[in-house]
């Protein structure tokens, strides 16, 4: 079993629409976590960043984490068809030394016009 | 802030020559680099950890000699894919942390075709 489970998708919505992605995992030693959005033949930009449970919100975009479920969230709102991109969560052990992340699969988002 | 760039952004060789892939932090220090590999519609795998003036740590199953990693100063750190071959072909890009956080910023990416 993976550390980091993200369903690849693609996940089709339609302008203005909101737009659910979400991540779970097992280790309970992640303390930090990320989203990136990655477009084709593009490095991953970071989109979010928290730090343990709660919420987070930047313009469009609001990052959920529930430690207690494991389970991390990215909601963007009115979608537009650039938000069409691969959304990578990710995750860091707070005892890992050397800061490594573990990445979830990316889900592909298609926003149509 | 946070801006990271990778040299060449795309690169085509001869199978048995060796490309050196470079990455730079452009406006902050890098204690610790990383470099991945992309292989088409997967996620990133780690290749290794760079920190400056130390050894890099390879993840299992990469081959050191093969893949060479040196990271002469806090803000450059390079990657050289030896005797290439075209299983080698991929996207590779490399990541730096920032320094006070736990995120990394990332490079735009090198794509090699080895023919």
């Known amino acids: 079993q993976k550390e980091v489970e993200q369903d690849p998708g693609p996940l089709s919505v339609p302008e203005g629409a909101i737009v659910s992605l979400n991540c779970t995992y097992s280790?309970?030693?992640?303390?930090?976590f990320m989203w990136y959005r990655q477009y084709s033949r593009k490095g991953p930009e970071l989109l979010m960043y928290?730090?343990?449970?709660g919420n987070k919100e930047d313009g469009r975009f609001t990052a959920q984490v529930d430690k207690s479920s494991k389970y991390i969230s990215l909601f963007i709102r009115d979608s537009q068809p650039s938000d069409s991109a691969t959304y990578l969560c990710?995750?860091?052990?707070?005892?890992?030394?050397?800061?490594?992340?573990?990445f979830g699969a990316g889900t592909q988002v298609v926003v149509t016009p | 802030g946070a801006v990271v760039s990778q040299h060449p952004s795309r690169v085509i060789c001869k199978s048995g020559t060796s490309v050196k892939i470079e990455c730079r932090s452009l406006?902050?220090?890098?204690?610790?680099m990383f470099w991945y590999r992309q292989f088409p519609k997967q996620s990133l795998m780690l290749m290794a950890t760079?920190?400056?003036?130390?050894?890099?740590?390879?993840e299992q199953g990469v081959e050191k000699d093969k893949f060479l990693i040196n990271h002469a100063s806090l803000t450059l750190s390079t990657l050289t894919v030896t005797s290439a071959h075209p299983e080698d072909s991929s996207f590779y890009i490399c990541?730096?942390?920032?320094?006070?956080?736990?995120?990394?910023?990332f490079g735009p990416g090198t794509r090699l075709l080895v023919l």
């Open positions: 990541s730096a942390s920032f320094p006070g956080t736990e995120t990394q910023y």
């Open positions: 280790n309970s030693a992640f303390q930090y």
């Open positions: 928290t730090y343990s449970s």
């Open positions: 990710a995750m860091r052990d707070s005892t890992d030394s050397w800061g490594k992340l573990q």
């Open positions: 406006d902050f220090q890098a204690t610790t």
């Open positions: 760079s920190n400056e003036g130390s050894k890099a740590t390879y």
